[in-house]
T-cell receptor, first 112, second 112 residues
Framework: AAGVIQSPRHLIKEKRETATLKCYPIPRHDTVYWYQQGPGQDPQFLISFYEKMQSDKGSIPDRFSAQQFSDYHSELNMSSLELGDSALYFC???????????FGDGTRLSIL | KNQVEQSPQSLIILEGKNCTLQCNYTVSPFSNLRWYKQDTGRGPVSLTIMTFSENTKSNGRYTATLDADTKQSSLHITASQLSDSASYICVVRYSSASKIIFGSGTRLSIRP
């Protein structure tokens, strides 16, 4: 069965650069969630989208933005990257706000 | 104070033994509670989901319980296997919202 696809799997950037992470949800899933998991930490909810509209916002820094496109894929745009942004970024999708979230394998972002 | 607290933080048991992981929450209003298994560097995988009206649910060797009155849940693993070594995360969802709260997880190690 198709799962949530995230790209790239690994990304290395330098401070003050920008990065774009992509998430392709499971077909027919209309809700996408982004999470950030720092080394040894719990995943932290960043932001979610339902039907291309932002549905909830968590601890997403102002330097980050995200959107969901007409094909339901989502992109997380990160600017002015800082060392502390080094983390595993997970995307999850569901077929509604109260349905199970299916997680991708994440994008590991390393800031040098 | 964390809204979802898990204990113990880490646990080491011998292969074949049983164990029980705890999750206490203060999230209100409550919608549901999920237990996830997360292998290192991978996305969390849902094990069980418990709603307000359910107090026990099994998934193979995993059995989750929920006491909505005391706001406590447990995950019992029977006949542990080496592949059970992972972090087990309790996730609680607010009702009528897409926001969820992650517990800090229990890191379980199974020794041969």
């Amino acid at each position: 069965a198709a799962g949530v696809i995230q790209s790239p799997r690994h990304l290395i950037k330098e401070k003050r650069e920008t990065a774009t992470l992509k998430c392709y949800p499971i077909p027919r899933h209309d809700t996408v969630y982004w999470y950030q998991q720092g080394p040894g930490q719990d995943p932290q909810f960043l932001i979610s989208f339902y039907e291309k509209m932002q549905s909830d916002k968590g601890s997403i820094p102002d330097r980050f933005s995200a959107q969901q496109f007409s094909d339901y894929h989502s992109e997380l745009n990160m600017s002015s990257l800082e060392l502390g942004d080094s983390a595993l970024y997970f995307c999850a999708s569901s077929s509604g706000g109260n349905q199970p979230q299916h997680f991708g394998d994440g994008t590991r972002l390393s800031i040098l | 104070k964390n809204q979802v607290e898990q204990s113990p933080q880490s646990l080491i048991i011998l292969e074949g033994k049983n164990c029980t992981l705890q999750c206490n929450y203060t999230v209100s209003p409550f919608s549901n509670l999920r237990w996830y298994k997360q292998d290192t560097g991978r996305g969390p995988v849902s094990l069980t989901i418990m709603t307000f009206s359910e107090n026990t649910k099994s998934n193979g060797r995993y059995t989750a319980t929920l006491d909505a009155d005391t706001k406590q849940s447990s995950l019992h693993i029977t006949a542990s296997q080496l592949s059970d070594s992972a972090s087990y995360i309790c996730v609680v969802r607010y009702s009528s919202a897409s926001k969820i709260i992650f517990g800090s997880g229990t890191r379980l190690s199974i020794r041969p």
